[in-house]
């Protein structure tokens, strides 16, 4: 049956809250769980990945298949997290998979297998690795030049070693509109993940689902009919979802005016709350420490952007000119003002490829003269690796101003006198053994050197580096290729399984159809792995695979 | 004429940096959004170009956000490769959103002092540019 647009009108009138769970994987692992226990919320977010994450757990599958996601993930949710998730009803949408997402989603099965949560169900995400499709692209016309330096892949002769590209909001809105718990998506760009919550949560993804939509249509397109700026809450979910997706950055952490934080040791996570007329407020968990407030807010809008005419994200270009932010009252600010652009024609791809060989070393200098010291110690080590020709050595004099522009530092390395230098060499190097001969040059220094060098430990081991690869492609190439899964331990009866997503639509909403909604026939075929892939007629959502599958 | 004096960007702005490949961006918020013309007249591309000599190798952008009164300043080239093949301690960029505040920067003397910038020096340990430009 043909629903039309106004029939889908959602009402909200309390917002809808959605946490940060932290900033990078590597944050301070079990603080979701605080924030959960603390504080109501209808969705947790979590962003692990940064540029480079990928490419490390591409590394780490290769070494064990069943690795290559964020950790820390496993950490918080055993410590009390997936009990929390599951008590409180909190939907967590998190790009923990990585390189595996299908793994990670096994974990958190397990995960809530072990407190008695059998019919969790967790979706999964994938297809935004594009590596194993490398060849068929660059056959068809996608040349995937390095857009920062021009260079072309086919000029580079390099092994391209991991290759991700950052799928937009629509998937997560389809995972949760089926009735996912919990989503663990490989990468997923940071603002999408609270984007796609509030696709799911404002009706968009259902109004998508009556029209016949597919998902990957750009998802202005999904807004129901009285939403009469769809480009715009968009824009204002986008930045609502960059805001919080680095933590505690936003409620106190990293701030110019850091001596006004109160209690940094117990800093809360974020919180976003998104209203009805698609204001954001910026609030913080309950507790513990931190602050949030307009100057704070305004470091996180400005944080890690280009030109802020246009903030591009899969899902709308945000104009971030002229969003105002202002206090509202204690540790709550309120947002307003984005405007939104079509979404790009094309997506941002993660790259790696490999690099040379690196190594890092430090030593402590102390006594008079400590930078003479120090400076000796450079040249000597400098002299003893001359015969390496493609060795390249940084030195860092620690303590002399490393953190200024180098000829701001020149200028001042004569006034400075300071007690103790710690001397830093990074190096690099196309031969591992270049890097070798460097480990071992290191620690000699304290005996062969001159007098108050110390500070010295085991020879590091060589380490291959990846080199950054940022390119773009189509988003066709991309998006018809998105899987979505559904795993879940159990079978699940029909009659709970009807109208599931609505019923379970989180707290806060208002559907003015449920009634209606819950006459309509819906079956799902009720198997454990439940495959819900788009075909590829790009027109119709169908559910093409039933099969069992052991978990 | 009026007077050019040089301040401490921190009696200025507040700010932070972060990396994009081996870009990294600098927004710098007035601490009065009606602060922010001086702002914008004081830190330029050309100023920014002078105070990270060859620390940066690319362009240099600067994009006012008046709904915030800040600017944004992306310094391109400017880790040392990015953050994973940087040989630099602070491969990311996190640092320079906080080392720049101590950098002095012209204001006009009149206009600053009429909308209340502290003209004062807060810190020994800034380095005046006035000599270099």
Redesign the interface.
């Known amino acids: 049956m043909a629903v039309s647009k106004s029939d889908v009108a959602v009402l909200f009138e309390e917002p809808i809250r959605i946490g940060s769970g932290g900033g990078f994987w590597g944050d301070r692992p079990l603080a979701p769980v605080d924030l959960l226990k603390s504080d109501d919320l209808d969705y947790m977010i979590i962003d692990y990945l940064?540029?480079?994450t990928l490419?490390i757990m591409t590394k780490q599958k290769r070494r064990d298949p069943s690795s290559g996601w964020a950790t820390d993930l496993e950490l918080w949710l055993a410590a009390g997290g997936i009990d929390a998730l599951r008590k409180k009803s909190v939907k967590l949408v998190t790009n923990a998979g990585g390189a595996n997402p299908e793994s990670c989603a096994r974990m958190v099965l397990e995960q809530a297998s072990k407190i008695g949560w059998h019919e969790c169900k967790v979706a999964v995400i994938s297809g935004d690795d594009i590596l194993p499709r490398l060849d068929y692209l660059l056959a068809n016309g996608e040349d995937l030049t390095h857009f920062?330096t021009g260079e072309k892949l086919s000029d580079n002769g390099v092994e391209m070693m991991s290759a991700n590209a950052y799928l937009g909001a629509g998937p997560i809105a389809s995972a949760l509109e089926i009735g996912a718990d919990i989503i663990i998506t490989g990468r997923v760009a940071d603002a999408s993940l609270l984007v796609g919550c509030m696709l799911h949560s404002a009706g968009w993804a259902y109004n998508a689902f009556q029209l016949g939509l597919t998902r990957e249509s750009p998802v202005v397109d999904w807004a129901p009919q009285h939403i009469t700026n769809p480009l715009d809450v968009l824009a204002q979910w986008t930045i609502a979802g960059h805001l919080i997706e680095c933590g505690a950055?936003v409620s106190g952490g990293?701030y110019?005016?850091w001596g006004e934080v109160p209690n940094l040791a117990t800093l809360t996570l974020p919180i976003a709350e998104i209203y009805l007329n698609s204001d954001v407020k910026i609030t913080r968990g309950k507790a513990g420490g931190g602050m949030v407030n307009r100057?704070i807010v305004?470091?996180?809008?400005?944080?890690?952007?280009?030109?802020?005419?246009e903030y591009i994200t899969p899902d709308v270009i945000v104009d971030?000119?002229?969003?105002?932010?202002e206090d509202e009252s204690e540790d709550v600010v309120i947002v307003k003002?984005a405007i939104g652009k079509p979404e790009p024609k094309s997506l941002k791809v993660s790259a790696?490829v490999e690099?040379?060989w690196?190594a890092?070393s430090s030593l402590l200098v102390s006594g008079p003269h400590a930078i003479a010291r120090a400076n000796a110690c450079d040249l000597a080590l400098r002299a003893r690796l001359s015969a390496l020709e493609e060795l390249?050595i940084?030195t860092?004099f620690?303590g002399s101003g490393?953190?200024?522009?180098?000829?701001?530092r020149q200028?001042?390395f004569p006034l400075l006198n300071p007690p103790e230098i710690m001397l830093?060499w990074?190096?690099?190097s196309p031969n591992r053994r270049d890097i070798t001969d460097f480990t071992q040059e290191v620690a000699p220094l304290v005996l062969t050197g001159p007098a108050g060098v110390g500070g010295y430990g085991a020879r590091p081991k060589p380490r291959r580096?990846?080199?950054?690869w940022?390119t773009l492609i189509s988003r066709k190439s991309v998006e018809s290729l998105v899987k979505i899964e559904l795993l879940t331990h159990l079978h699940i009866s029909a009659e709970s399984e009807r109208f599931h997503f609505i019923r379970r639509r989180t707290r806060g909403f208002i559907s003015r159809l449920q009634d209606e909604l819950d006459e309509r026939e819906w079956t799902r075929p009720l198997v454990k792995k439940l495959g819900w892939e788009r075909n590829d007629s790009i027109t119709d959502l169908t559910i093409q695979k039933e099969k069992e599958v052991e978990i | 004429m009026s007077e050019t004096v040089w301040i401490p960007l921190s009696n200025l702005a507040h700010g932070r940096s972060g990396d994009k490949g081996d870009s990294f961006n600098i927004g710098l918020i007035a601490h009065k959004k009606m602060w922010l013309e001086i702002l914008e007249l004081s830190v330029t591309p050309k100023l920014l170009d002078q105070w990270y000599g060859d620390s940066v190798t690319g362009l240099i952008s600067v994009w006012p956000m008046p709904g915030i009164g800040a600017i944004n300043c992306l310094l391109r080239g400017g880790l040392g490769g990015g953050a994973t093949t940087s040989l630099r301690l602070d491969a990311q960029g996190k640092i320079w959103g906080q080392s720049i505040l101590r950098m002095r920067v012209p204001v006009n003397k009149k206009q600053a002092e009429e909308l209340g910038v502290p003209l004062n020096n807060q810190s020994e340990n800034q380095w005046d540019m006035s000599h270099i430009l």
């Open positions: 940064a540029e480079l490419s920062e950055q990293n110019s005016n100057k305004a470091e996180q809008l400005i944080y890690e952007i280009g030109d802020p005419e971030m000119r002229n969003i105002s932010i003002g790696a690099g040379g690196f890092s390249e940084h860092e620690i490393v953190t200024l522009p180098k000829n701001i200028e001042l830093r990074a190096v690099t580096q990846l080199q950054f940022p």
